[in-house]
């Protein structure tokens, strides 16, 4: 059977997978309708179409690569029905690098996982 960490950690890779790929559209499922994310710099967005948009704003720029977000910790909340993931991200483009530490948080939703909010802090 496989754990909600497992679960949640399977997700994030294939979120790496899908911006390494640079299809915005496919992060669809992955997101809460409403969810927040707070970037790198501070600056909020608000709703899925929100980071969506950004997310192909981010991909018609010729020089970006990737952004990779490492899990090192998921923990649960006592219903099993939230998840908090701290980690490590790496933002690459072709000629610069920039990371940090984030935090998400999933929200089990007719039986998936999907991000509720995430926070980014640029650190390098």
């Given at each position: 059977?496989?754990t909600?960490?497992?679960?949640?950690?399977a997700?994030?890779?294939l979120?790496?997978?899908?911006?390494?790929?640079?299809?915005?559209?496919?992060?669809?499922?992955?997101l809460a309708?409403?969810?927040?994310?707070?970037s790198g710099?501070?600056?909020?967005?608000v709703?899925?179409e929100?980071?969506l948009?950004a997310?192909?704003?981010?991909?018609k720029d010729?020089?970006?690569?990737?952004?990779?977000?490492?899990?090192?910790?998921?923990?649960?909340d006592?219903d099993?029905a939230?998840?908090?993931?701290?980690g490590d991200?790496t933002?690459?483009?072709k000629d610069?690098?920039s990371?940090g530490?984030?935090?998400?948080v999933?929200?089990?939703t007719?039986?998936?996982w999907?991000?509720?909010s995430e926070t980014?802090?640029?650190?390098a």
């Amino acid at each position: 059977m496989t754990t909600p960490q497992d679960a949640i950690r399977a997700r994030r890779r294939l979120t790496n997978k899908l911006i390494a790929a640079h299809d915005a559209a496919r992060l669809r499922p992955f997101l809460a309708p409403d969810m927040n994310l707070i970037s790198g710099e501070g600056g909020l967005l608000v709703g899925a179409e929100a980071v969506l948009q950004a997310f192909a704003a981010q991909f018609k720029d010729a020089s970006f690569v990737t952004y990779v977000r490492t899990p090192r910790d998921i923990m649960l909340d006592a219903d099993g029905a939230r998840a908090a993931e701290a980690g490590d991200w790496t933002a690459t483009w072709k000629d610069a690098m920039s990371s940090g530490t984030y935090l998400a948080v999933w929200k089990k939703t007719v039986g998936q996982w999907v991000i509720e909010s995430e926070t980014f802090v640029t650190l390098a």
